[in-house]
C-alpha cells in the first residue's frame, strides 16, 4: 500500500513513525512551509519534516496544497493519504486522488470539538475526558464518518501540551489498527451525529488575556487550554504583562481581579468573580519562567499599587 502522509506539528509525529516501522510504504510527506521562529528568526522545520527525513522520505511543502500541490501528490499514486493536524483543509480534488480515500486522525471523540486545537478547547471547557478518532476525510471540517475512537481521561491539572505529548502516541496506536482494519474490509464505519456537534474557533492572541469577571475555575481551565500558545497573561496596573504558566484554584474571595496575597510565603492570589486563582508558575515580561513565590522574593508587590480590579471592571 502506497501511503503519503500529511502533517506538520509534534501531535503528527508518533503517527508518521508508527505508519514506518509498521512496514508501510510512506512514498511522500506533505507539511506546512518553514516558518522563522525565535528572536533570531532563524528558518525551522516542522517537526513532521524532521522525522520524514530522518526517514529518507520525500517531503513537499506547498503553501496551499489545494493550488500547489496537486500535481506533486498526484504524481506520488498514493492508495491512501493519512492526515494528523495537517493545518490545511483538502479540496474534494485532492481527496479524490487517493484510491482508499484519507485517513485522519482527530484528537477528540467526534462530533464534538471539530476544528483546529481540539485539546487545547476540551480543556478550557472543562472536559475531563476526550479522546482519539480516525475518520474518513470528506470536504467539510472534520465532519467525514467515524471509524475507530479511544477515549482516555484529562487528568487532573494537565495542560495542553502535556496532554498532546500523551495522545499523540495513542492516535498512532489507533491509526495502524484503522488501516489493518481497512485492509482485511472489516473497519467499521458510522455518519457522525450533527445533534451532538461542537466548533470552536483558531486561536488568537489577544484570547490569552485574562478576564477576572471569569469564575476561577474558568480561569485555570484557560490558563491550562492555552499552553504553549497564546498562552494566558495579565498586566500590571503598570502595564507589565505577566504570562501565567500554572495556576490553580483556592477558596479565597475578593472584587474581582483584586490581589489578595503578593509574598514569598503565601506566593500570588488573585480574586476572580467566584473563588480566586493561586499563580503558581509564571512569566514576567521579558523573563524567564519561575516559581510565583520565587519571583516575589526578587519582585515584591504592593497589592495596592499593583490592583487590578480597575482593568477588570474596564473589561
Known amino acids: 500500500m502506497r501511503i503519503v502522509f500529511l502533517g506538520t506539528p509534534e501531535f503528527g509525529v508518533p503517527s508518521l513513525k508508527a505508519l514506518v516501522e509498521s512496514g508501510y510504504d510512506v512514498v511522500g510527506v506533505f507539511t506546512q512551509p518553514d516558518k522563522p521562529k525565535g528572536r533570531g528568526k532563524k528558518m525551522q522545520m516542522s ?20 493550488v500547489d500541490g496537486v500535481d506533486d501528490l498526484r504524481a506520488l499514486k498514493p492508495d491512501l493519504c493519512v ?24 484528537s477528540s471523540m467526534l462530533p464534538r470539538y471539530r476544528g483546529s486545537a481540539p485539546i487545547n478547547w476540551a480543556i478550557i471547557q472543562g472536559e475531563t475526558t476526550t479522546g482519539i478518532t480516525t475518520m474518513m476525510t470528506d470536504k467539510g471540517v472534520d465532519t467525514g464518518d467515524i471509524l475507530l475512537q479511544k477515549e482516555m481521561e ?8 502535556e496532554l498532546t505529548q500523551r495522545m499523540a502516541p495513542i ?8 488501516i489493518r482494519l481497512l485492509e482485511k474490509g472489516q473497519c467499521p464505519r458510522k455518519k457522525q451525529n450533527e445533534e451532538e456537534m461542537s466548533y470552536f474557533p483558531m486561536f488568537k492572541k489577544e484570547m490569552g488575556e485574562i478576564d477576572w469577571q471569569m469564575t476561577a475555575h474558568e480561569i485555570v481551565c484557560r490558563v491550562r487550554g492555552l499552553i504553549p500558545w497564546p498562552g494566558a ?45 493561586r499563580v503558581i508558575e509564571l512569566q514576567a515580561q521579558g523573563g524567564k519562567r519561575m516559581n510565583a513565590k520565587d519571583y516575589l522574593r526578587g519582585h515584591p508587590v504592593n497589592c495596592s499599587a499593583c490592583d487590578l480590579r480597575e482593568e477588570a471592571q474596564n473589561g
Open 47 to 66: 517537526p513532521v519534516k524532521e522525522c520524514a527525513l530522518e526517514y529518507g522520505i520525500p517531503v513537499f511543502q506547498p503553501i496551499k496544497i489545494r
Open 171 to 178: 492516535g498512532a496506536d489507533l491509526l495502524i489498527e484503522t
Open 233 to 277: 497573561s495579565f498586566s500590571w496596573m503598570g502595564g507589565e504583562t505577566i504570562k501565567v504558566w500554572k495556576a490553580e484554584e483556592c477558596d479565597l474571595s475578593g472584587a474581582p481581579g483584586e490581589i489578595l496575597k503578593s509574598d514569598a510565603k503565601e506566593g500570588l492570589v488573585i480574586a476572580a468573580v467566584e473563588n480566586a486563582v
Open 154 to 161: 484529562i487528568l487532573p491539572g494537565e495542560n495542553a501540551e
Open 83 to 106: 492526515t494528523a493536524a495537517f493545518g490545511q483543509i483538502l479540496s474534494q480534488e485532492i481527496l479524490d486522488i487517493p484510491k482508499i480515500g484519507t485517513v485522519n486522525v482527530h
